[in-house]
């Protein structure tokens, strides 16, 4: 099975144009933003060329299950003989480890990933994304899937992670005093040139606590955010959702319900800078 998987991976998802019997090979790169039509140039020069008509852009993105890249599979009930490059105990290790285009899986758990989180240290999260795009998400959905920061911890950290997917995850209990802005998600370019787009789709933010953005805080990016539910959390500014952006960028967000969050200084569910997409 495996090497029946590894056989379509190549051949079908990361083709290199020449293969026998090759009727097309399609190249398009989709852009930061949803689209109503993709133009499909075919590269292998039989001239088949065509196009995608009502779908968006983060539709197609998000449709493709099977990557280029490794898949990697984190458990915190494996033992020490099942450890290796593709098999982690903690999210951290794993996104730390992956490359372009793997994708993380996570199997139902309680993850709180007791990381030393000493001062100075900079952002303390479960897992690091930066500098590469790659797909992290649970096996089995929120509903048996938490990512808990123990009100010591960040979530995630998504630093020039663009086109990085967060899916299928409840977080609780995020927090981190030391860099206190988005607690459970925090979106970030480091060069201000640049732009960031990640999703984050299927999840759940309850009793997260941060000065700016008590669940996800993001700038210079523009992140998708879809089919969310946000719940008790807190903030100064922002009690679920902060944005700003002194550039380029639009946060946008699609069927996502708020429920009891709080802003002691303002924007009680989003608190952003610029016009909302929706």
Known sequence: QDLLLNWFRNVFICPQGNEADLLAYY???????????LDLIDSSG?????????MTGWEWFISGAITCGKERWVDDDYEAGDLDDWHFNTIHEATEMAEDGDMVIVKAGNYRENRDCEEGMGICEIGMIQNKTIMVRSELGSGQTTIDGNYLKKGFALLNANKTIIKGFRFINCRYDMYPQGAAIHVTCM???DVSSPLIKNCQFIGNKAQKGGAIFADRSSPVI???????????????????TSGTGALYLENCFFFENKAFD???AVYSNVDLSS
């Open 46 to 54: 039989k001239g088949n060329h065509g196009s995608l008509v009502n």
């Open 191 to 193: 060069n201000a040139e």
């Open 226 to 244: 879809i089919n969310c539910t946000f719940k008790q959390n807190r903030a100064q500014l922002g009690g679920a959702v902060f944005y700003e």
């Open 27 to 37: 190249k398009f790169d989709l852009g930061p933003e949803p689209l109503p039509m």
């Open 266 to 268: 303002s924007g009680g």
